[in-house]
């Protein structure tokens, strides 16, 4: 019913900024019953965690850990949601999701992977 997919990543040095982009198609009702969408991030070896997630309302809630460095912003006449990333540490190494749920479902994309090294 409904497909996300991520781009933007990839490798960049301590310091430095990544945009990832993550775009739904599929069946338009579909796409507009999501009210919430996010990313999640999985590093090797540990859980999958929220980074940040984001309401149709544009109400935000952010992990602490990124909090400053990070930020979320949702089209929806488009269907797309951005995570622009600053300030990228090592331990922000991992692969990214999309995430995009409604009452009865969740959606996840197929995740890109963000390497932080000199």
């Known amino acids: 019913q409904v497909q996300l997919v991520e781009s933007g990543g990839g490798l960049v040095q301590p310091g430095g900024s990544l945009r990832l982009s993550c775009a739904a198609s599929?069946?338009?009702?579909?796409?507009?019953?999501?009210?919430?969408m996010g990313w999640y991030r999985q590093a090797p070896g540990k859980q999958r965690e929220l980074v940040v997630s984001?309401?149709?309302?544009?109400?935000?809630n952010y992990a602490d850990s990124v909090k400053g460095r990070f930020t979320i912003s949702r089209d929806n006449a488009k269907n797309l949601v951005y995570l622009q990333m600053n300030s990228l540490k090592p331990d922000d190494t991992a692969v990214y999701y999309c995430?995009?749920?409604?009452?009865?479902?969740?959606?996840w994309g197929q995740g890109t992977q963000v390497t932080v090294s000199s």
């Open positions: 599929g069946n338009i009702f579909s796409i507009n019953s999501i009210n919430t």
């Open positions: 995430n995009g749920r409604d009452y009865y479902r969740d959606y």
């Open positions: 984001i309401t149709s309302g544009g109400t935000t």
